[in-house]
């Protein structure tokens, strides 16, 4: 499932359009962006099953893991477009996410992360930031 932002369309050229279809849902638009993949269970008839998410905007993250029970997340990882010719990215699972506190800037960004062993909590261009109290913690990896 992909999910974008409202409003987030590209159009297409007849010739590659199926009748009655104009445009669709454009993800090529933030591909420079990093993404984060949610994985996380649901139940269906009566069984657990594993669920996949790719999710491209920080905002929507945060209402996806509001709406998801911590105990169903399974894991949450960052994938970041590498700065090198191709199509090549790095994946790093997250070990903890916070939401910044009431006395950071806003300039920290809606989301703050641990990557696997990294001691540092980095923020979404990837720079540490300083310890500020009462910053909320959203997930943390099981050990």
């Known amino acids: 499932m992909f999910i974008t932002a409202a409003g987030l369309v590209q159009y297409l050229h007849p010739s590659k359009v199926a009748p009655r279809q104009s445009h669709w849902p454009a993800i090529t638009l933030s591909m420079e962006r ?3 993949l949610l994985v996380y269970d649901v139940s269906y008839n009566g069984e657990k099953v594993s669920q996949t998410c790719l999710v491209g ?3 929507t993250l945060l209402d996806l893991l ?7 997340l399974t ?6 477009r590498c700065r090198a ?3 090549r990215w790095s994946f790093n699972w997250i070990g903890a996410l916070w939401a910044p506190a009431p006395c950071e800037t806003p300039s920290v960004g809606p989301l703050l992360f641990k ?5 540092h909590v980095r923020n979404g261009h990837l720079l540490p930031v300083p310890d500020a109290p009462g910053r909320r913690l959203l997930y943390e990896a099981s050990p």
């Open 85 to 87: 010719p191709g199509p």
């Open 34 to 36: 990093p993404w984060c």
């Open 66 to 72: 509001a709406e998801i029970p911590i105990a169903n």
């Open 75 to 80: 894991g949450i990882a960052r994938l970041d």
């Open 57 to 59: 905007w920080d905002n």
């Open 115 to 119: 990557l696997g062993d990294d001691p």
